[in-house]
Nanobody
Framework: QVQLVESGGGLVQAGGSLRLSCAVS????????MGWYRQAPGKQRELVAT???????NYADSVKGRFTISRDNAKNTVYLQMNSLKPEDTAVYYC????????????????WGQGTQVTVSS
């Protein structure tokens, strides 16, 4: 069974850094776009950053220059380096990936991680 396993959340002071990791668990054929989303209390889930298999990246304006997304295709793992964290970055961060799980079905399906809490204190 394919799962996304996240790690790296926690509590940090404003101005600090955290690094999130998300690994694909289980046997898969291919992993396409991977990314991070976040949801703060009372708000909708929003895109933070995405990266394609060819390393084309996309960032929300609110995190540009502070967050960096990267991936290791050999390990089917995506990372989010978060620097200069602000209290408004506090949210549950979710990993997302488009995965082709089996050879006999060429369609890519969206998978989500369980979420990891990031709390930035002022």
């Amino acid at each position: 069974q394919v799962q996304l396993v996240e790690s790296g959340g926690g509590l940090v002071q404003a101005g600090g850094s955290l690094r999130l990791s998300c690994a694909v668990s289980g046997s898969v054929v291919s992993v396409n776009t991977m990314g991070w989303y976040r949801q703060a209390p009372g708000k909708q889930r929003e895109l933070v950053a995405t990266t394609t298999r060819g390393d084309t990246t996309n960032y929300a304006d609110s995190v540009k220059g502070r967050f960096t997304i990267s991936r290791d295709n050999a390990k089917n793992t995506v990372y989010l380096q978060m620097n200069s964290l602000k209290p408004e970055d506090t949210a549950v961060y979710y990993c997302n990936a488009y995965i082709q799980p089996t050879l006999w079905d060429p369609r890519y399906k969206a998978y989500w991680g369980q979420g990891t809490q990031v709390t930035v204190s002022s």
